[in-house]
């Protein structure tokens, strides 16, 4: 039997926006459809050009991925005409191979919230599909409420669909948007959908609410869908969207569906599933749910006893699949193999070259697990760590010394008499025989701190000229008997390359210290400053 495609569709960049807390920048937008474009996935949603000023600069550029980048919007507006829509000229203006339309599937929506006809609103569907298909865009229509639409007239939601299909649409995806519909009544609705529209062309969109979102997708594609959305982690507003963290290993792992179904994601991208899980996370400042099935920390960790016996005799005797497959690791026999496997793993994802056999391989991984217990988090802190894997395995030029800073903060009046908070920061720092001092004057300790660090680092200023932070986060960690601060901050060079470095101290300023440092050290190795 031919294997048939699944298609992949990520939206954390979109739905996945909409969740509580959730507020994605130009810079986490490019580096999340990054990841996701390095997983594999078919169709990366980026945003809804002109709804925000991130999403239309974002879309206000070509981006270069390999997946198909695609923008959201709504159809045209009932009563107007394609060409005379100014929400669908900045959709159809985007910088985006696809577009994927939201329209209602539900005549009681129709009539309610859009206040039209059943007919116009078909109408807006088909004009909308056919002016993005005249830009030579891929065109995509998300049914919006299909299943409750479907249940309550049933002629009407697949009237909605086919319009959409007729005129051309690549994809009719079938939402659940408000997410109360069951597994079984997914399957039986998809069912009756692919009679009339061939399941190649079908989505599902499902929301979390019934904790289902997972199911539901699994329901579509057995009722013949082809096409799964889906955000990474499950983001979404109230409950979520369907996790395609969990969803991905299930397509690729499980019998049912790895033996019938081909997935853009290969075996090699699967095995960072874990690592791309846990790098939202860091960058979104939240912890990872150590729960998480297939990628939390306790998927495969097991309480010593007759389990973890067991587990050493055969690890399949407990574990539903391999933990490696996915990037993560089994945690009851962190044996010294296990864990050298693990950080050989993560030598090869930055790029160094190391013999397992080297003892200090071993070394490096005593020092990552010493730090990571005290608060380091190295999954997204790429730098940090290649930094400290040179280190421990080779040699890393002493370029300069910080041999003192002082941090002033002073709240006082000024000359207008008004209250003012002033922050400046002197460093002094060696730089071969050279003593330096520099001070700056910032709008915090930590701006001040690193305005006065890079101001003035002597023969090796030039390489720094072009080094800026884009981002800063800050989380305090509960660890022990006190609170620890861990700081992450993101830089970009003048070529527009990014890396991520971290630190960790009971004192916010001593670890932005170290994330600054390290932030520097990193750009002056990869510039290949002489030492
Ligand atoms: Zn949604």
């Not at 699944?6 to 509580?20: E, K, P, S, V």
């Not at 937008?29 to 925000?52: F, H, S, T």
């Not at 939390?296 to 933990?323: C, M, N, Q, R, W």
């Amino acid at each position: 039997m031919a294997r048939e495609r699944i298609y992949l569709f990520d939206t954390t960049l979109r739905d996945g926006a909409q969740t509580n807390g959730v507020d994605f920048t130009l810079a986490d937008k490019l580096a999340i459809a990054g990841m996701l474009d390095d997983l594999g996935i078919d169709y990366v949603e980026g945003g809804y050009p002109g709804a925000n000023p991130t999403d239309t600069e974002l879309f206000g550029k070509e981006r270069k991925f390999g997946t198909t980048f695609t923008a959201f919007g709504m159809t045209r507006r009932p009563g107007r005409s394609a060409s005379n829509d100014p929400g669908l000229a900045a959709l159809l203006d985007a910088k985006a191979s696809a577009i994927c339309f939201v329209a209602k599937s539900w005549d009681y929506h129709v009539k309610v919230a859009l206040e039209t006809t059943n007919e116009e609103n078909l109408a807006s569907i088909r004009e909308s599909v056919r002016a993005a298909k005249a830009k030579g865009r891929e065109v995509l229509l998300d049914c919006e409420h299909f299943f409750d639409g479907y249940k309550a007239n049933p002629k009407y939601a697949l009237a909605c669909a086919k319009a959409a299909y007729e005129e051309g649409a690549r994809w009719v995806v079938l939402c659940d948007t408000n997410g109360g519909t069951l597994p079984d009544e997914v399957e039986k609705i998809v069912g009756e959908v692919v009679k009339a529209i061939p399941g190649d062309h079908i989505g599902i969109h499902a929301h979390n609410d019934t904790e289902q979102a997972v199911a539901n997708s699994l329901a579509a594609v057995r009722a013949g869908a082809r096409q799964i959305q889906g955000t990474l982690n499950g983001l979404g507003e109230r409950c979520g969207n369907a996790n395609l963290v969990s969803i991905i290993p299930t397509l690729k792992l499980k019998p049912e569906f790895a033996e019938r179904f081909d997935i853009g994601v290969n075996e090699a991208a699967l095995k960072k599933l874990a690592h791309v899980s846990h790098a939202l996370d860091e960058r979104l400042n939240r912890a990872p749910n150590r729960h998480a099935p297939y990628v939390g920390e306790s998927a495969f960790a097991t309480k010593a006893g007759i389990h973890a016996s067991a587990i050493l005799k055969d690890p399949a005797t407990y574990e539903h699949v391999a933990p490696e497959t996915v990037g993560n690791r089994r945690k009851v026999l962190v044996s010294e193999q296990a864990g050298k496997s693990n950080v050989l793993a993560e030598l090869e994802r930055v790029g160094i070259k190391a013999d397992k056999d080297d003892p200090r391989v071993g070394r490096l991984l005593q020092i990552v697990k010493e730090r990571e217990a005290i608060g380091y988090a190295y999954e997204s802190a790429d730098a940090s760590f290649e930094l400290l894997a040179r280190r421990t395995l080779g040699k890393v030029p002493n370029y300069f010394d910080v041999t003192q800073f002082d941090v002033n903060v002073e709240q006082r009046n000024n000359a207008k008499g008004e209250r003012v908070t002033v922050t400046m920061a002197v460093v002094k720092v060696k730089v071969g025989d050279d003593n330096l001092i520099s001070a700056a004057e910032g709008n915090g300790p930590v701006n001040a701190l690193d305005l006065a660090l890079r101001k003035d680092l002597g023969k090796y200023q030039k390489y720094i000229a072009g080094l800026k932070l884009t981002d800063y986060r800050v989380r305090i960690l509960n660890g022990g008997t006190e609170a620890v601060t861990r700081v992450l901050i993101e830089s970009e060079d003048e070529q527009g390359e990014r890396w991520t470095t971290v630190g960790v101290s009971p004192n916010i300023i001593d670890a932005s210290f170290q994330a600054l440092m390290d932030s520097i050290v990193f750009k002056l190795l990869k510039s290949r400053a002489p030492a």
